[in-house]
């Protein structure tokens, strides 16, 4: 869905969107899509309903929840995921530039799971960022070149379950201090805006906690970090102008098969921000809106808008997953300060 008009000298789209979270029935779901397609996996059909708010952003950005296993397999589900990197393909052909990698999952496979992620991303050409071979790599500043400016990605999360990292620069920890040194440099090397993923909160809870607040209002009070946004708690929470800048603090899934009996776990965001140059050469957001989309509970998964007009579920149900999430977004004064829906905004 193309962006109209532009307030300032140029404009930068970026589109941000839940967890890939591919629970065991995504991947037999994809495993008999591919095969009707003549390949081993095909995760595209249940993204296919993204393209069209995806695919027109200067960046498109996904939270890849999970580490990657070995392209035959074997794969697993929670508690310790490995699933197949096949998605990767997928992702691309919905129209997705980057991907964060900084989760509470990031080492369910250990050094092996996380290089061999990073590996696949590479190959992939998407831009990543989160998780590190090297110290080196952790230090330098993720850049995503786009036809109207640079964008720096960095990706942080509050923890690893059990797996501790066997070197403190693996994954990047939620350390706003540390995070801002590095947008600082990301700034220095050229980067008009710079976006920080930031996993933490508590799941299935809608209102963010002590620590996604105090982080987002710690990140969001240097001038050189331009948007914070979450992932985590598997369902929609709210987003919040802060210091003029916005926190979308939890975007829900955007593919996953959960078993926790929590109807919100269906549901998602994908949020598309814009950011405005003026003539000065400052960037600002000039506009954020909002896409809230559903996933059926049973095969075939699939990612579906709400309030298109084409029924996802039924229309109660449609409308029930539309009313929650709508107030949701707008539970700390979203839309008192400008943000809409994409769909009909």
Known sequence: MAMTGCPGARCLSVVVTGDVLLHPPLVEQAKLDGAAAGRDFDFAPMLAGLRPYVGPADLATCHLETPLAPRAGPFEGYPEFSVPPQILDALIATGFDACSTASNHTLDQGLA????????????????????????????????????????????????????????????????????????????????????????????????????????????????????????????????????????????????????????????LLVRVTFSQDDSGSWSTSDVAWVPSLQLDASPFTWCALGTGQICASPDADQTALDRTTEAVNLLGAAEHGAHPLIGG
């Open 113 to 268: 799971g996380l290089t061999r992620t990073l590996g696949e991303l590479d190959a992939a050409g998407l831009v990543h960022d989160g998780s590190y071979r090297t110290a080196d790599d952790a230090e330098k500043p993720t850049l995503a070149t786009t036809a109207n400016g640079r964008v720096a990605l960095i990706s942080a999360t509050y923890g690893h379950n059990s797996d501790e990292p066997e070197e403190p620069w693996m994954v990047t920890p939620l350390d706003p201090e540390a995070i801002v040194a590095k947008a600082e440099r990301a700034k220095a090397a050229g980067a008009d805006i710079v976006i920080v993923a930031m996993h933490a909160g508590l799941e299935y809870q809608t209102e963010p906690n002590s620590d996604q607040v105090d982080a987002a209002t710690a990140l969001l009070a240097s001038p050189v970090i331009d948007l914070v946004y979450g992932h985590h708690a598997h369902v929609v929470q709210p987003l919040a102008l802060i210091n003029g800048k916005w926190a979308i603090y939890g975007l829900g899934n955007m593919i996953a098969a959960q078993e926790t009996p929590i109807d919100q776990t269906h549901e998602g």
